[in-house]
């Protein structure tokens, strides 16, 4: 199992650009999360998915950001128009119904660069 | 205050042993765990420990809780270098659909 894969690794952008991040989850979680990590605030919890359908949203901090996972194997994080501020590492994490309890798997990271 | 207080920096000599301490507000958590994240990766789960027990050992780790401060620590006998990294500690429950609460995380330092 190649654990959840995120791309791309490093991103660097000018600001009002439109910034796509990418997640494959491991096969069989059907729980995806997306994460934001910030000096200033820690990790925080953008959205989550289950089987494909968003669940909460409350976290995504504005307009500029939405997320999609068109299917079991597949999300997106997009950003448009980007901004200075929404450099961050975003992480990508999943689960299943029975381990979720357990702790999820995180991927390495996406590290945004807004300029 | 926040939902989960770590202190953020915690330095110790190689061979020592670490504490890392934590406490949170969720007096219904379920479980609690603690997360290894080393540079440039993600979060790695170290240990998890579930609310109706005192403590668990996993070879140089053990996890401490108690319930009534609500306080959790995590020990690392026999600190290496290789365990330099940020400790994050964080706690779910059923009425929060198992989601993660995460505290801000304590760099550990291990110097020779």
């Known amino acids: 199992d190649a654990g959840v894969i995120q791309s791309p690794r490093h991103e660097v952008t000018e600001m009002g650009q439109e910034v796509t991040l990418r997640c494959k989850p491991i096969?069989?979680?059907?729980?995806l999360f997306w994460y934001r990590q910030t000096m200033m605030r820690g990790l925080e919890l953008l959205i989550y998915?289950?089987?494909?359908?968003?669940?909460?949203d409350s976290g995504m901090p504005e307009d500029r950001f939405s997320a999609k996972m068109p299917n079991a194997s597949f999300s997106t994080l997009k950003i448009q128009p980007s901004e200075p501020r929404d450099s961050a590492v975003y992480f990508c994490?999943?689960?299943?119904?029975?381990?979720?309890?357990?702790?999820?798997?995180f991927g390495s990271g996406t590290r945004l660069t807004v300029v | 205050g926040e939902d989960v207080e770590q202190s953020l920096f915690l330095s110790v000599r190689e061979g020592d042993s670490s504490v890392i301490n934590c406490t949170y507000t969720d007096s219904s958590s379920t479980y609690l765990y603690w997360y290894k994240q080393e540079p440039g990766a993600g979060l790695q789960l170290l240990t998890y420990i579930f609310s109706n027990m005192d403590m668990k050992q996993d070879q140089r780790l053990t996890v401490l809780l108690n319930k009534k401060d609500k306080h959790l620590s995590l020990r690392i006998a026999d600190t290496q270098t290789g365990d330099s990294a940020i400790y994050f500690c964080?706690?779910?429950?059923?009425?929060?659909?198992?989601?993660?609460?995460f505290g801000r995380g304590t760099s550990l330092i291990v110097h020779p």
């Open positions: 096969s069989g979680h059907d729980y």
């Open positions: 964080a706690f779910s429950s059923s009425g929060g659909s198992y989601i993660p609460t």
């Open positions: 994490a999943s689960s299943n119904e029975v381990a979720r309890g357990y702790g999820y798997t």
């Open positions: 998915f289950n089987n494909n359908v968003p669940i909460d």
